[in-house]
């Protein structure tokens, strides 16, 4: 599956031993690095799936199409892999060389400015010449295109795929013959006015579009930031080549550009639409120029007195009709006040009442002469400019508008049939009163009070809230696009970057708080694209990964009694490591077991020997931990595991001259808890009392016994038994057998050794009490041997499964020690199995099936019979004990502590001594 490219790019051309002639002469054709020839040979060695050609099978998720079609070429002895390879090679070598990128990107600045630089800088003689660079401008990028469709399997239909062929059809927006065949097709070769209008205004949007496209070239200017990388690229490699890109910093700015590139061509397409400009008009030629020729109808035009009242009528009915606003107030050459003072005062020549102006532009106009009132009804008889605005201001406000809702339109000028304007002010100033004399009453009345006025006001309130609308959906737009912007910035980074970390560091503070918490990272809080970002390899990930290996290594190599050192070295806030911190006291069960046979064992095993070891370790751990117990210590052949009671002491369970009384155990249950967890896992959390956790450690040792047994039967075990060197040292028949010690007290907690080295661990002769324990089950031959401080600190109805089978004195133990055993049967495999539904162990329960089905072939009567030998031993009645012990080696055969009991009684000739 090794890419083909990587072969063609770094093959031998003397590699004639692995491929046929023509495949040798391909080789010998193309620049080839020598030294790398090996590491092809290597993986095709490794693979071990190599055909007999010397190519492996093509592996689709790693190589190209190209890379495919040539692997099918080469084994069918065609010559399609020639050229497939080869176009492929030299479209890839031609993309990324420095020279052609550098190309490509002057042709994409010509491209962005040529066009703006023909407008402004020269005339029609030269367009010729730049549409001949616009061809050629869509040529090379054309051809960029295939070259990448070609070099790269993820080009073609890609996002850089659509944005290099919309921004090189825009480049035909430039070209005249393009642009007028179109405009021949939309409008056809005959066009009505009407048409050509419609075609022009949509030439205009047509060319703001393209416009609009063209910007979308600007995205190819990315190349230049390329150029730029290469270029620094080139200089990192001369100071530190050791330095690689990381793939989440790759994809991450992919992605973040590929983000900001559509959020700017998203904004410069919306953003022009939602403009003033392109919707609403804000000029009012129509309005302006035709008021002039209303102005003038009834002065100029109306020179002969031909022009009649219905003339005027239907121009007044078509100048509110045609209007595109509502209109709200109209006069045309109103007769003006009181004007005696002003000489030669010029007034507009009409024919008709000024009154019915507003029935005739109501007459056919419906709802566009709706706000007109009539000028005599405003009661507002102030002359000139100022008179007839105050009546237009009026009337809008009449129709409750704001002042930003209308427009007003005016003409001021008395015309003569010549149309030329002779009164100015409404005085004329040719005549026989040269200068205009005016009476010194009215001096202002020349210059402030004209006589020919004409106003109109239009509504335009359907715009401004059209505007104001747009304004809204602008803002809203800009909004949307911050937001989204923001959102989609922030989950990459979430993603890729500060997700991991987060997720780190909540297992960090996790870990500081309880070292024995899961190490794992909850999968189950991860968004669907943080499960598919895991699956990348990116090094944020292998990062968050690796430190879920660290915290499940602290765990497994320091165990419970290392979890202080985990605790306090995750939660300080510096770089250094301290692992040389005090101990803790705390109350704990031990538990140590040993191997047996493991000298002889090891020499017959050799290398083996540490699968042995670990398979044996794992049965033992797996089982403790589903106990609620911790493994803390491996020594070669034997394992030392733990159940944490609390930290301190326990009143009447600590110290070797504490009396275990029950009245202690009932004190120590109501006043302690213990945190019960499933192991290092700590997947589910709850607390129980002291002796039920003294009951789950014996349940766990019994549950190991019997796990051991069903082992060497038919599970991992039993091949070690067919061993040659098994047989020749221990015969047929050989079975693992190991050795249980169990014990209750205190013991500090913490690590011994130096900066250099340290193992966590129990220092406290309660561990070594275990160890003796454990040792004293070679003697009396039983499997399981545990002090009466763990039996009493158990619940009560332990009692009647097990059995005292010695009471002695150690050296360094003030008191004697009563040694108990647990006697199992059957090895039945389903004891001890984890509920399924909480897929914890449940609560021990002295009085379940589960103990009577494992000891089924024991003699009912066998314990008593044993107990009441037992208690005449102790007492000194040693001649009943020997008939009571026979009579329990009759009910069970070999019975190690009757034996051993039997045996010590002989050497004193059945007779206690004097100090018994």
Known sequence: SYPLTAFFSYARPTVATCCSVREADLMSSMRVAPETHKVWAQKSVNSKVADSDGLGPYDAGTGTALEAAAVSGLRSGTSTWNWVATVQRYSRSVVENHQFSTFMTCVTVYALFGNDFRLSLTDTSADVGFEVCAWLCIVCFSLEMALNCFGCDTYFGGFYFWIDLVSTISILSEIRFVVDSLSSVLIGEGGSTTEMMKAGKAGRVGTRASRIIRIVRLVRMVRVVKLYKMHNSNDEAMIDNTLEPTQVGKKLTEVTTRRLILMMLTIIMVLPWL??????????????????????????????????????????????????????????????????????????????????????????????????????????????????????????????????????????????????????????????????????????????????????????????????????????????????????????????????????????????????????????????????????????????????????????????????????????????????????????????????????????????????????????????????????????????????????????????????????????????????THGAARTRKHQITPSQMADAAITAFIKCQIELENENVDGCLACYAEYDAVLRRFGPGFKIQMGFGMHVGWAIEGAIGSALKIDATYLSPHVEMSDRLEASSKIFKSKLNMSHWLVNLATPGIKEHIRAIARIRCEGVPVPLTVYTFDVTNNERDFGVLDEKCKIQQLVNWNMADYTRIRRDLHPNFLTAFRAAFDDFTAGSWVDSAEGLRKSLWMKIDDGPATYILNLMDQYSNTPPEDW
């Open 275 to 676: 403009q003033s400009s392109s919707l609403v008009d804000s000029t009012y030629n129509f309005q302006h120029n035709f008021l002039k020729h209303l102005h003038q109808y009834p002065q100029n035009f109306n020179a002969t007195g031909h022009v009649t009242e219905t003339d005027f009528k239907a121009q007044v009915s078509f100048y509110v009709t045609k209007s595109r606003y509502p209109m709200i107030y109209l006069e045309v050459c109103e007769p003006q006040g009181d004007l005696s003072g002003v000489l030669n005062a010029g007034q507009c020549n009409t024919t008709w009442k000024h009154v019915d102006l507003h029935d005739w532009a109501l007459d056919g106009s419906g709802v566009s002469g709706s706000y007109i009132e009539k000028p005599v009804q405003n009661n507002i008889g102030k002359t000139g400019v100022k008179g007839s605005n105050k009546r237009a201001m009026s009337a809008a406000s009449r129709a409750k508008h704001r002042s930003s809702e209308y427009f007003i339109s005016s003409h001021v000028g008395c015309y003569n049939a010549a149309s030329m304007d002779e009164y100015y002010g409404g005085v004329r100033i040719d005549g026989p009163t040269a200068g205009g004399r005016i009476d010194g009453s009215n001096s202002k009345a020349r210059f402030k009070s004209p006589t020919c006025i004409s106003y109109a006001a239009f509504s335009i309130r359907t715009q401004e809230r059209l505007l104001a609308g747009l304004a809204i959906l602008k803002t809203f737009f800009i909004m949307v696009v911050l937001v989204v912007a923001s959102l989609v910035f922030n989950r990459d980074a979430q993603v890729y970057v500060i997700g991991p970390i987060e997720r780190m560091m909540t297992l960090v503070k996790q870990l500081s708080e309880n070292p024995l918490d899961s190490a794992n990272l909850d999968s189950t809080t991860c968004f669907d694209d943080d499960r598919k970002v895991r699956d990348q390899g990116y090094e944020t990930i292998l990062l968050e990964q690796t430190l879920e290996r660290i915290g499940q290594l602290l765990q497994v190599g320091f165990g419970a009694a290392g979890a202080e050192i985990i605790g306090k070295n995750m939660h300080t806030g510096s770089g250094k490591l301290n692992p040389m911190i005090p101990g803790k006291k705390i109350t704990a069960i031990y538990g140590f077991c040993d191997i047996r046979q493991f000298t002889d064992t090891t020499e017959c095993l050799q290398e083996e020997v540490m699968v042995y070891v670990n398979k044996l370790g794992n049965l033992v751990h797996t089982v403790t931990h589903s106990f609620y117990g911790m493994a803390n210590k491996n020594v070669g052949d034997a394992f030392l595991l733990s159940w944490k009671i609390c930290d301190g002491s326990i009143d009447g369970f600590a110290n070797f001259t504490d009396a275990a009384s029950e009245e202690q155990r009932t004190a120590a249950n109501e006043c302690i808890l213990c945190q019960a």
